[in-house]
C-alpha cells in the first residue's frame, strides 16, 4: 500500500534548465514527496511561434523531459492533465472557435464540437506517445506516470454556460437532440431545466467514455484515468462512478479578487476551518466512492490566512482517518526564478513561506508514515438518484466524516459492506449507527466531536483540534492551553500549532529522539492590508518572510535523562541549543518564548 504525497509544479517551473531541475529534484525528495504533479505545461512546452498549439519548442520540450526523467529517478511518481491551460490558435482546426486566448473554452467547446475533440486526441498522441530521450519510453507507456485526469475542472454541468459566445452551439446541438428524440418544441429548447441536464449528461458520459476509449486503446496509457476532479455535488457521482480513480481538490479561504484576477487588491475571509467543523476538508468526504481509490490532487489552506498552520492537523488527520490514496498541495511554486531568489509566496505557492512548508511536515508523520489510524467503520453513504446540479451533500451528512468513514453510491446499489443512507427520508439521522447518532447531536449543539478511533477531537467553540496518536501528537488551538497525553502546552498568546512525532518510530513515551514544531503565522516583509483583520491586502510585499511571535510553554511527558533540545534550521542541521528544565513528568521549556525564528522547529 502506498500514499502519495506530492506538490504541484505549476507553470514555467515545469521547464527548469538541466542545472535547476537537479537542485530541483533533489529538495523535493529531501522534503518528503514521493510523487508530482505537473500543472499547465501545456503553454510552456508549447512553440508560440507557429499557428497552432500542438507544436512544441524543443528546449523547453526537452527541458520538461529531463525534469520528468530525474524526478522518475527520485523514485517519484507523476500525475498531470490532459488537458489544463491550453488557448485556441487558428491552426488548430477548431471550426466554432477560431482563435481565442482564454484557456476557458476548450473546456466547453470539446463537448458540443467534433473539430476540438480532434485536436484535443492530437495533442493528447503527440504528448503521450512521443519518447523521452532520457527514460527510453513515452508517459503512456511509463508506469511511473501512475495518474491521468482527462479535463481539468471540467464537469459540464458546471461549465456549460460559463462562456456566453458558446450558447448559441449548445442551444442549437441542444435542439438537434430534442428533435432526434421527437421531443421538440420551442417551449422545451427554451427551458433549462430536467430535459436540458440530460441533455448535458447524455454529452459528458459519452465525451468522457471516448476520451477514455482513445487514451487507454489508442494511444495505450498505463495510468490509471481520473476526472472531474472538482465540483461536490451527488449530480456528478454517476459519472465519477464510472472511473477507477477518484480525484478531488480543497481550498481553505481562497483568495478573490475585486478589481483585477490575480492583482491586488486581494479579498480573503481570515477565517478558520476548525471553527467551521473543517468545512473545506470534510466537503469532498462524500464523493469518495467505496472501493475507488481517492487522490486530492490540490489543496492548500491559502496565505496570508492566519490560521493556516491548522491544515497540518486538519489535512493530515481526516485524511488518513478517511484512508485516502494521496494528498498534493497547490502548489510548490509557479515561477523558476522564484526558486532560486526567493519571493514574497502568492496565495497558493508553498516553497517561500515557512508555515506552509512545515504544515507538511505535519502531513507527512499523520498521514503518509501512517501516524493517525483510518477509521474502522462500514464506510457511511449517502446515496444518489436523479439529484439535479448545484444540490450538493446535505451538511449534516458530510459531517459525519469527521467521525469515521463516509462515502456515496448509488441508491440502487447492492454494494456490500457499507451502511446506505437516505437522507431524503423523514427522521434520517435517528436512524443512524449510534455512534453517528450521537455524533449528530453532537453537531446540532456545537459540541467537541472525537473520532471512532479516539485519536482526533475537533472543538469549534474552542477552535482547537487534538490530534492524539502513539507516535504524533499535535495541538492547534486559540489562547491559552490545550494537551494531550505526551505534549502540554500553556500560556499561549495566539493562534498556534505545537506538534511532537517520534523520529525512531517509538510510541512517544519510549521514543528517545522527538521532533517538535511550534507554527504560528509568517507574513511577507512590507505588506500591506486596509485593516487589522487582513481581509484585503493591498500590497503583497517582499522577501525576507517574517514570523510571528508566539508565546508558549511546552512540556513533553518523555521517559529518561540526558535530554538535549536543539533549534534546527530548515535543512535539519543544528542552529543553537535550547534550555530546558526538567520536571516530575517529564521536561519542559524554561525560556520558550518563540522570540527568535529558529525556535520553529525543535529536536530533542
Not at 130 to 152: I, Q, V
Request: hydrophobic share 40%; with cysteine.
Amino acid at each position: 500500500r502506498i500514499r502519495f504525497f506530492g506538490t504541484n509544479i505549476c507553470q514555467r517551473l515545469v521547464v527548469p534548465t538541466h542545472e535547476e531541475a537537479d537542485v530541483l529534484v533533489e529538495r523535493l525528495a529531501a522534503e518528503g514527496y514521493n510523487s508530482v504533479r505537473f500543472h499547465q505545461f501545456e503553454k510552456f512546452i508549447m512553440d508560440w511561434s507557429t499557428n497552432d498549439t500542438i507544436s512544441f519548442n524543443k528546449v523547453n520540450l526537452d527541458r520538461f523531459h529531463y525534469f520528468y526523467a530525474k524526478l522518475r529517478e527520485k523514485g517519484m511518481y507523476i500525475t498531470t492533465d490532459v488537458y489544463a491551460s491550453r488557448p485556441v490558435k487558428p491552426g488548430d482546426g477548431i471550426v466554432e472557435c477560431r482563435e481565442s486566448t482564454d484557456d476557458g473554452f476548450r473546456k466547453v467547446l470539446h463537448f458540443f464540437s467534433d473539430s476540438a475533440m480532434a485536436n484535443w486526441k492530437e495533442y493528447a498522441r503527440r504528448v503521450f506517445t512521443m519518447k523521452n530521450p532520457y527514460t527510453g519510453m513515452s508517459m503512456a507507456e511509463d508506469p511511473a506516470l501512475f495518474a491521468l485526469n482527462l479535463d481539468n475542472e471540467a464537469p459540464l454541468y458546471a461549465i456549460w454556460k460559463s462562456k456566453p459566445a458558446l450558447l448559441p452551439l449548445i442551444s442549437a446541438q441542444y435542439e438537434q437532440w430534442l428533435k432526434k428524440k421527437n421531443l421538440y418544441t420551442p417551449e422545451l429548447a427554451a427551458e433549462r431545466g430536467k430535459m436540458f441536464q440530460n441533455f448535458l449528461a447524455e454529452r459528458q458520459n459519452s465525451v468522457m467514455n471516448e476520451e477514455m476509449r482513445f487514451m487507454k486503446e489508442e494511444l495505450g496509457v498505463k495510468a490509471i484515468i481520473t476526472n472531474l476532479n472538482n465540483v461536490e455535488s451527488p449530480s456528478v457521482q454517476p459519472f465519477r462512478d464510472m472511473l477507477p480513480l477518484l480525484d478531488q481538490h480543497i481550498y481553505h479561504d481562497h483568495p478573490s479578487f475585486p478589481l483585477n484576477r490575480w492583482q491586488p487588491p486581494v479579498a480573503f475571509k481570515q477565517n478558520s476551518d476548525i471553527a467551521g467543523y473543517a468545512k473545506s476538508m470534510r466537503g469532498c468526504m462524500p464523493v469518495r466512492i467505496p472501493g475507488k481509490p481517492m487522490i486530492i490532487t490540490e489543496i492548500n489552506y491559502c496565505y496570508p490566512n492566519q490560521f493556516r498552520s491548522e491544515m497540518g492537523a486538519i489535512a493530515g488527520a481526516y485524511s488518513a482517518l478517511q484512508d485516502w490514496d494521496g494528498l498534493y498541495r497547490f502548489c510548490y511554486e509557479f515561477r523558476r526564478a522564484n526558486i532560486f531568489q526567493p519571493q514574497a509566496p502568492g496565495s497558493f505557492s508553498s516553497f517561500s513561506d515557512p508555515i506552509s512548508t512545515l504544515t507538511e511536515r505535519i502531513i507527512w508523520f499523520l498521514f503518509v508514515r501512517g501516524d493517525v489510524t483510518p477509521a474502522g467503520n462500514a464506510p457511511l453513504c449517502y446515496t444518489w438518484d436523479s439529484e439535479l446540479y448545484g444540490e450538493p451533500f446535505p451538511a449534516e451528512f458530510a459531517r459525519l466524516g469527521l467521525i469515521g468513514r463516509i462515502g456515496s453510491v448509488p441508491a440502487a446499489s447492492g454494494a456490500e459492506g457499507v451502511v446506505k443512507v437516505n437522507t431524503g427520508a423523514p427522521g434520517w439521522l435517528s436512524r443512524l449507527p449510534a455512534e453517528f447518532r450521537k455524533a449528530a447531536e453532537q453537531f446540532s449543539g456545537k459540541a467537541p466531536v472525537t473520532s471512532l478511533t479516539g485519536e482526533i477531537t475537533l472543538d469549534p467553540v474552542k477552535v482547537c483540534l487534538r490530534v492524539v496518536s502513539p507516535r504524533s501528537e499535535v495541538l492547534t488551538f486559540r489562547d491559552g492551553s490545550a494537551s494531550g497525553k505526551f505534549l502540554k502546552v500553556t500560556g499561549a498568546n495566539d493562534f498556534v500549532t505545537v506538534s511532537v512525532h517520534s523520529l525512531d518510530g517509538k510510541p512517544l513515551p519510549e521514543s528517545r529522539e522527538l521532533l517538535l514544531f511550534h507554527l504560528t503565522d509568517s507574513l511577507a516583509s512590507g505588506i500591506r492590508f486596509q485593516s487589522p483583520s487582513r481581509e484585503l491586502m493591498l500590497k503583497d510585499g517582499a522577501f525576507p518572510m517574517l514570523v510571528a511571535r508566539g508565546k508558549a510553554d511546552v512540556s513533553l511527558a518523555v521517559s529518561g535523562d540526558g535530554w538535549r533540545v536543539d533549534s534546527l534550521n530548515a535543512d535539519g542541521s543544528v542552529l543553537a541549543p535550547v534550555e530546558v528544565r526538567a520536571e516530575n513528568d517529564g521536561i519542559a521549556s524554561v525560556s520558550y518564548t518563540h522570540l527568535r525564528a529558529h525556535e520553529t522547529v525543535l529536536d530533542l
